[in-house]
């Protein structure tokens, strides 16, 4: 099993910034997992928003948060950030992390799950 915990979101003001974290811990995680951040508002189905590969030397945005969105890692701490900058209202959601086997942008190619952190973005 693999357990995963997202701290981070908060509410901020539009043109604000935040990063979020998702630390991973668990007898089966290892670094050579790809990460993933996905985001849920309300009424609205769960979608992509960014993954990194194990090395982070590959990563890949949706459209709507490339060059304002930074996904990184830090193997050494079992780690993802996403850094959130330039935020719009239309970014408010919950933010999940999953892991996955490499860059996926499915749900259901992600294998777990943390329980999310909400980010709330005011106008």
């Known amino acids: 099993q693999v357990q995963l915990v997202e701290s981070g979101g908060g509410l901020v003001q539009a043109g604000g910034s935040l990063r979020l974290s998702c630390a991973a811990s668990g007898r089966t995680f290892s670094s050579y997992y790809a990460m993933g951040w996905f985001r849920q508002a309300p009424g609205k189905e769960r979608e992509f928003v960014a993954a990194i590969s194990w090395s982070g030397g590959t990563t890949y945005y949706v459209d709507p948060v490339k060059g304002r969105f930074i996904i990184s890692r830090d193997n050494s701490k079992n780690t993802v950030y996403l850094q959130m900058n330039s935020l719009k209202p239309e970014d408010t959601a919950i933010y999940y992390c999953?892991?996955?086997?490499?860059?996926?942008?499915?749900?259901?190619?992600?294998?777990?799950w943390g329980q999310g952190t909400q980010v709330t973005v005011s106008s």
């Open positions: 999953a892991v996955s086997d490499g860059i996926r942008t499915t749900e259901m190619e992600y294998d777990y």
